[in-house]
Nanobody
Framework: QVQLVESGGGLVQPGGSLRLSCAASGRTIRGYAMGWFRQAPGKEREFVTAINWSGGNTVYADSVKGRGTISRDNAKRAVYLQMNSLKPEDTAVYYC?????????????????WGQGTQVTVSS
């Protein structure tokens, strides 16, 4: 079992930045790809970004490419999402998730473990 807890969300003005963190407990996350997803009110949960087990391979949704950076620290059992140049359309609950595979390209349905989410609101 892997437990995931997100933090770092909040209210930020357009153009601002946030760093989301995901703390993992339970089993080691070394054998897991880690992803960030988000869900806005009335919308489906969508993929944001993912990182492979070693941190050497990442993938981003077009909507955040160039503005978001995912990273991980396996020793600390943590995953991070740095989001810059935030837009109102980035407003959503952001979820951290884990899938037991080495690749960052797993589909959403394959992710086994999910956090409770952290709210990000981008508004002036």
């Amino acid at each position: 079992q892997v437990q995931l807890v997100e933090s770092g969300g909040g209210l930020v003005q357009p153009g601002g930045s946030l760093r989301l963190s995901c703390a993992a407990s339970g089993r080691t996350i070394r054998g897991y790809a880690m992803g960030w997803f988000r869900q806005a009110p009335g919308k489906e949960r969508e993929f944001v970004t993912a990182i492979n087990w070693s941190g050497g391979n990442t993938v981003y949704a077009d909507s955040v490419k160039g503005r978001g950076t995912i990273s991980r620290d396996n020793a600390k059992r943590a995953v991070y999402l740095q989001m810059n140049s935030l837009k109102p359309e980035d407003t959503a609950v952001y979820y951290c998730a884990a899938v037991e595979t080495y690749s960052p390209y797993a589909p959403r349905k394959d992710y086994t473990y999910w956090g409770q989410g952290t709210q990000v609101t981008v508004s002036s």
